[in-house]
């Protein structure tokens, strides 16, 4: 069973701020790297996604920094808004074609 | 343009009676996949569909779970005798392919078992 561990559980950061989420695993695919946002009372929305031959990802406020060595990727939200609150999940690819999810990081940004 | 669509949104059940989930994935989408959602946790798989075939079961109880995809019409996840520790979110998410292409979730519905 694919491990994946992600940290913070939660993070309160001000408006402005940068948020830092991680994200540990043991095995993949070695396809690609997804983060996922997930509103209250809604889906998990693909947020951005990276591929293993790349170290660094970036669209608009949002980058992924992935260090395979390590076997960990991360997800920066840069000049954080009201608007990113919201629950991040990472997902990593299984050999067997599932996604293995983190068990999710609660993010609040205070104005 | 839609996206995949689930029903109901809310589903309350008592105890013992059958809980019924509807998928309809992305258009154009042949793999559905259910995950379970509970309070504080992340996702967590369940079961893997293409048109007609189970492809792979192993995250769902063998007991009282069932799933399908019909050639025509939703995919359904199906819960007999529900117990109260059925009460979760379950998502529904579709892709076009089997090569780790992003998936694509509905909303969920929320059951709760009374």
């Known amino acids: 069973q694919q491990q994946v561990k992600q940290s913070p559980q939660s993070l309160i950061v001000q408006k402005g701020g940068i948020s830092i989420i991680n994200c540990a695993y043991e095995?993949?695919?070695?396809?690609?790297f997804p983060w996922y946002q997930q509103f209250p009372g809604k889906g998990p929305a693909l947020l951005i996604a990276?591929?293993?031959?790349?170290s660094e990802k970036k669209e608009g406020r949002f980058t992924i920094s992935f260090n395979k060595s390590a076997k960990q990727f991360s997800l920066h939200i840069m000049d954080s808004q009201p608007g990113d609150s919201a629950t991040y999940f990472c997902a990593v690819p299984r050999y067997d074609y599932k996604l293995s999810f983190g068990a999710g990081t609660t993010v609040t940004v205070r104005a | 343009n839609a996206g995949v669509m689930q029903n109901p949104r809310h589903l309350v059940r008592r105890r013992g009676q059958e809980a019924r989930l509807r998928c309809s994935p992305v258009?154009?989408?042949?793999?559905v996949y259910w995950y379970r959602q509970l309070p504080e946790e992340g996702l967590k798989f369940m079961v893997y569909l293409q048109k007609e075939n189970i492809i792979d079961e192993s995250g769902m109880p063998k007991e009282r779970f069932s799933a399908e995809f019909p050639k025509e019409g939703p995919s359904i996840l199906r819960i007999q005798q529900v117990v109260r520790g059925d009460s979760a979110a379950y998502f529904c998410a579709s892709s076009p392919s089997l090569d780790n292409s992003p998936l694509h979730f509905g909303n969920g519905t929320r059951l709760t078992v009374t």
């Open positions: 095995n993949t695919a070695f396809d690609y």
């Open positions: 990276i591929r293993p031959d790349v």
């Open positions: 258009k154009g989408h042949s793999h």
